[in-house]
């Protein structure tokens, strides 16, 4: 059985945590096995209903009142308690925040490797195989496991979700027991911007600066862009962070995020090679630099050589017409 | 307050990465080494610690003796001691084996720590699980990705970056945590700390003074391939009036993408 970490964030089911499902699904159907979901926290058993339709035959709920807030030690705990109890073949974790920081928690408890991060997976002789990018790009690993279970950690934006169906299963509650001071450290709070943005590693499109932005008030620029695109963030090259132009969250590349949106959109970057290693998995990209000769254009599907500021103002009324359409 | 710091040697991030298809590995010739860019964020933050709180900084590396010149850089920046676990098994993204070995060398050889500070990943195996996976060998509370850390007493509160936000955490020492770009804008070494660092002996560690047995450090993933990214094809560049440019941009993301 093949069994997903599902994550929920302010009591809401994470979209890429569903793509990692539809992904358990396809393995377990080559597998001849089911794929489970597990969801943890104080009432997440409500949630059960969003989970079903992308191919749990049985959703797993962890409940204990220590479980309402997120913290890796005890929800690894909880999460040990369950396997140990369905002894899963395979675990899948999406490769987010929260996955990533809780994933090796439980490989630790269990004894066993951990793939994180990967992007494609597969079924050879029986057993997983998993690719997963390594220099944030510039190779890339096959990776099997000599340990069991085996635990992976999924790139989210990358596998497609199933065609949803049913949202009806079977839901098998859990009371879990966690002593009280076997929890270390626990989140207080929360702290989000005003006017929050999506975060690059989610959003369908990243429209990103870098050098050739000429300062950070240019960056307005790029963030009316994303006003009218939708489900879209505002990236930057190393070189814009470093000069301090817009904060390092925002940074795509090596030292910064690895991301593979829909649509990627660079505005005054050369594509040095760390820029390009983090962007160049995005389904399209397009440029806008006003060297012809620059490396962005070599992984560009459409490219603009000209001045980006007097192109930006038009791509905006015509981002506008197309998506009234 | 003692503080430990694990690093790692890894290739420059300006580095073209070729691989060795007889041997499964990246090739290492005509590359510059650095000091992994986030295990700098740890330093630094660890020599602040020692600048207001007092302590020393020990810093540690697994790796071959190559690792040493990482190590010496740590020093030169002031870091007091830095030690050598010798490993000369060639690279193998196994995260769990890499944790067993630094739990194991934290609980003989540096007993009396306050934190354990890490990068958030290598740069080049991006496993970022080795932070965690000692904080749980060691049964201690972790905060990853960390941007703000502020400790008082045995008590500490550190900023961790999500998707969109920060988590504030709350926590107890000793404890793990591991640094994001942006915690601190990491010094450069003096040439006081270069000349110093030279007349620092570096411990050099073996599994066996450990107590590790072979079955501990035997790796439990194994890379079957190792390939070059697929290469993309350049597409159409134009360079026609901004607003047709932009039209024509439109047109190409709308009819033949299809994502507008």
């Known amino acids: 059985m093949i069994l997903v970490f599902i994550e929920i964030r302010e009591g809401k089911v994470k979209k890429s945590s569903l793509e990692v499902l539809s992904e358990g699904k396809r393995r377990a159907d080559e597998l001849n096995t089911e794929a489970h979901a597990v969801l943890v926290g104080h009432g997440a058993g409500g949630l059960a209903p969003e989970v079903f339709p992308y191919g749990a035959s049985k959703v797993h709920v962890l409940e204990n009142s220590l479980l309402a807030h997120y913290s890796a030690s005890s929800f690894s705990l909880a999460l040990v308690s369950l396997v140990e109890e369905i002894k899963p073949e395979i675990i899948f974790f999406p490769a987010t925040s929260m996955g990533k920081d809780l994933a ?14 990967c ?31 085996q635990i992976a950690s999924l790139r989210p934006n990358v596998f497609p979700l199933l065609e949803p169906g049913a949202e009806k299963g079977e839901v098998v509650k859990k009371e879990v027991v966690i002593p009280e001071d076997q929890i270390k450290g626990q989140v207080a709070e929360i702290i989000r911007e005003e006017d929050a943005e999506i975060d690059v590693t989610e959003a369908d499109i990243v429209v990103s600066g870098g050098r050739g932005m000429k300062g950070p008030e240019n960056f307005d620029l790029l963030r009316e862009l994303t006003a009218i695109l939708p489900h879209s963030a505002v990236g930057a090259s190393r070189s814009a962070v470093d000069a301090e132009w817009i904060d390092h969250q925002h940074q795509v590349g090596q030292t910064g995020k690895t991301v593979t949106p829909n649509l990627y959109m660079a505005f005054g970057i050369s594509g040095a090679i760390q820029h390009l290693a983090g962007m160049s998995s995005s389904k399209c990209i397009v440029a806008v630099n006003k060297d012809p000769e620059a490396s962005i254009f070599k992984v560009a599907d459409f490219g603009i050589a000209g001045d980006l500021f007097k192109v930006i103002p038009h791509l905006k009324e015509e981002l506008k017409k197309a998506i009234s359409e | 307050m003692n503080i430990c710091v694990f690093v790692k040697r890894v290739p420059d991030t300006e580095a073209k990465i070729r691989i060795d298809h007889e041997t499964n590995s990246i090739s290492e010739e005509g590359i510059n080494f650095i000091l992994s860019p986030y295990d700098e964020v740890a330093v630094e933050e660890a020599l602040r610690l020692r600048e207001a709180n007092g302590g020393t900084v020990t810093v540690v590396s697994v790796g071959n003796e190559e690792a040493l010149t990482t190590l010496k850089k740590c020093l030169a920046m002031g870091a007091d001691e830095a030690v050598l676990v010798k490993d000369e098994t060639p690279e193998t993204y196994d995260g769990l084996r890499t944790a067993k070995i630094l739990a194991r060398a934290v609980e003989k050889r540096f007993p009396d720590y306050s934190l354990l500070l890490f990068g958030k990943q290598s740069v080049g195996a991006d496993n970022a699980q080795i932070p965690a996976m000692v904080a749980d060998l060691l ?27 920060l988590e504030k955490v709350s926590f107890s020492l000793p404890a793990v945590v591991s640094a994001q770009k942006g915690l601190n804008e990491p010094r450069y070494e003096t040439l006081k700390g270069i000349m110093a660092a030279k007349k620092k002996e570096i411990p050099i560690v073996t599994f066996e003074d450990l107590g590790l047995k072979e079955e501990e450090v035997t790796p439990l993933l194994e890379i079957t391939k190792l390939e070059s990214p697929p290469q993309r094809q350049a597409g159409k560049i134009i360079e026609d009036e901004p607003e047709e440019a932009a039209k024509q941009m439109v047109k190409f993301l709308h009819e033949e993408a299809k994502i507008i």
């Open chain 1, 104 to 117: 090796p928690r439980l490989a630790a408890k269990l004894g066993v490797s951990l793939a994180t991060d």
């Open chain 1, 119 to 149: 992007t494609s997976t597969a079924c050879k002789d029986g057993k997983l195989e998993v690719v997963r990018p390594i220099f944030a790009g510039k190779a890339f690993a096959t990776v099997s496991f000599k340990s069991s279970p």
């Open chain 2, 139 to 165: 049964n201690l509370p972790q905060v990853n990705v960390v941007t703000k850390l502020e400790i008082d007493g045995n008590k500490g509160i550190a900023h961790r970056e999500i998707e969109g936000a």
